[in-house]
């Protein structure tokens, strides 16, 4: 729901990172042939990048090469250096063999045998494409993903789909279906379905229908609105709301049911946030206000299709609509959804929240609750009606746990597949001064004992908990959920003291700032380790975080509308 990322963003980037990273997310159009040069030119390390894997023998740049050669966009320096890999190329007789696949084999490994095959015009066999994608290095399965892409064999779209969900590997089978378009729809589809569990390979794959654009997705798109996932179904209202969708009578009164449905949750977030405003709690407020405009967004999106207005307007052709509703829900309909002149506005109720919760409290069931009932609707809510961090929220929160359906609310997040929740739950039962949770370690696994066993101890600080590493990079990343900064928390590693080793790996680092000092940042990753070594040590601070590039690149393949802000950031400290 947040502003996607433009396209053209990403050529504003200078620095090495962005350069090696833009390299990699455009390798499949530089080497089909599909990629204009002046998109890139401008960020060198980018260029050294396609200098650099062509001098390493890749052929299957060779095209792009020469293009560099002959393009006075380049400085001489980088146009002799490309004409001398050509005239190596030449050397080596594979400017001889370009675009013939026979006799390969015997002369070169099937890796560089499917670069010079990639380079040409000739299309392989399936049987070579099987042997590179049954082949363990990566590189060959990248390849062979190339070779379906380039010459088009729709025949193994199943086999490409099938890399969506191989670490290392969904860029280029991403950028391979696109180059399907539309002929990938269906596989697209059956993949979805078969993976119907796995939330953010179904939100990659709805991304990619998407992006082709087609009239087929349309219905497919309509029913996720209903989707159990809160994150799917967001995704589905924003693809639909410019999509020209065309709908029934009986859609729009389905779109009805889950317009009265949405406004019920915003009732009710309406009723915490009072809550939270009455008991003096402006932090966890903000926490149910981004909730709340969360869903506020989702109903907008719905409210927002061309076609949806006539039917809140009570068009005479369309009272079909409305057949089957009570006089309670037709009256919430008109008030909720129409504005106080029954005009269509496409907004949802206007005043202040006591104002809209008085309204509201007309057609549901709400009450202002107390902070125990807050806490307890909050933990035990679905994870796709409040979301993780407002739970890990509540926890860290609590002073401690009242009740004993409480409390086993709490033991039972200890079995969370969310670490943030399993954490900030066993810190809650620890401030609550109770024991129960011996006799749950037995049934927790091995790993959660252990850092459980290191909580107990406090050999994991609070600057080593996800949750404040989490409120750490929100501070830096405030355009991105706390809920995919999760993600990127739960690899960050937090160290009271840096060694010179720290620096070897490609990486970010942050000093935790002590009180009334600034936070600084030093990105490893250009071989200067000394240098950034004794610039981040000297820093007053509580610790170190170091976050892994790789991270960013994996945060990147699952959240790429959202990444622009992370790359931006580490191109602006890179030196």
């Not at 009072?274 to 506020?296: A, T």
């Not at 080793?501 to 009334?516: Q, V």
Request: glycine share 6%; charged share 25%.
């Amino acid at each position: 729901m947040l502003r996607n990322s433009k396209s053209d963003d990403w050529c504003s980037l200078n620095n090495k990172f962005s350069g090696e990273r833009f390299f990699k997310y455009n390798f499949f159009s530089i080497v089909t042939g599909a990629y204009s040069l002046s998109k890139g030119s401008k960020n060198r390390w980018f260029v050294e990048e396609i200098l650099k894997n062509a001098s390493e023998g890749d052929v299957s740049l060779l095209s792009i090469i020469k293009n560099i050669v002959t393009n006075p966009a380049f400085d001489e320096g980088v146009r002799q250096r490309a004409s001398g890999i050509v005239e190596n190329a030449d050397k080596d007789g594979f400017l001889e063999i370009e675009g013939r696949t026979a006799d390969l084999y015997d002369k070169h490994d099937i890796i560089q045998s499917a670069k010079i095959i990639l380079s040409g015009t000739r299309t392989p066999q399936t049987a070579v494409i099987l042997r590179l994608l049954k082949e363990k290095r990566e590189e060959a399965k990248r390849l062979g993903l190339f070779l379906i892409g380039k010459f088009r064999i729709a025949s193994m779209i199943p086999e490409v789909c099938e890399y969506l969900s191989v670490t290392g590997l969904q860029v280029y089978a991403s950028d391979v279906l696109l180059e399907f378009g539309e002929e990938a729809h269906n596989e697209l589809i059956e993949f979805f379905f078969k993976n119907s569990g796995n939330v953010q390979l179904c939100r990659n794959i709805l991304r990619l229908l998407n992006k082709n654009k087609s009239e087929r997705n349309h219905s497919f798109c309509f029913e996720l609105l209903w989707s159990a996932s809160r994150k799917i179904k967001e995704d589905a209202v924003v693809y639909l709301k410019d999509s020209g969708i065309i709908l029934s009578s009986e859609d729009n009164k389905r779109l009805s049911f889950l317009l009265l449905k949405t406004a019920g949750i915003m009732t009710r977030l309406l009723a915490l946030k009072l809550c939270l405003l009455k008991n003096d709690q402006s932090r966890l407020k903000d926490v149910i206000e981004q909730e709340y405009k969360r869903w506020r967004e989702f109903y907008a999106g719905i409210v927002a299709f061309d076609h949806f207005a006539p039917y809140l307007q009570g068009d005479e052709n369309s009272k079909s609509v409305f057949e089957g509703f009570s006089e309670k829900q037709l009256n919430s309909i008109s008030h909720i959804i129409l504005g106080p002149a029954g005009k269509f506005t496409g907004k949802f109720m206007s005043g202040s929240d006591k104002v809209k919760l008085r309204k509201m409290q007309r057609y549901f069931p709400v009450e202002i609750p107390d902070m125990e009932k807050l806490n307890d609707y909050i933990i035990n809510s679905d994870y796709n009606t409040i979301s993780i961090w407002t739970k890990a929220c509540i926890l860290h929160n609590m002073d401690k746990i009242t009740g004993q359906f409480l409390t086993d609310s709490v033991i039972a997040l200890f079995f969370s597949p969310e670490e943030v929740l399993q954490e900030e739950a066993f810190r809650l039962i620890l401030r609550s001064g109770n024991k129960n949770y011996g006799s749950i370690m037995k049934r927790v696994d091995k790993n959660s004992v252990n850092k459980f066993n290191r909580i107990i101890s406090e050999d994991i600080v609070q600057h080593g908990m996800i949750f404040e590493k989490t409120l750490f990079l929100s501070s830096l990343f405030t355009g991105i959920y706390q809920e995919d900064l999760l993600f990127l928390a739960a690899r960050m590693i937090y160290k009271k003291d840096l060694i010179p080793s720290d620096t070897e790996k490609k990486c970010l680092i942050w000093n935790c700032p002590a009180k009334d000092s600034d936070v600084e940042v030093v990105v490893v990753n250009n071989g200067d380790n000394e240098t950034l070594f004794n610039k981040i040590s000297v820093c007053v601070n509580d610790g170190f975080y170091i976050l892994a590039l790789e991270a960013v690149e994996a945060f990147h393949c699952l959240c790429p509308e959202k990444t622009f802000e992370l790359f931006k950031y580490i191109d602006e400290h890179e030196r």
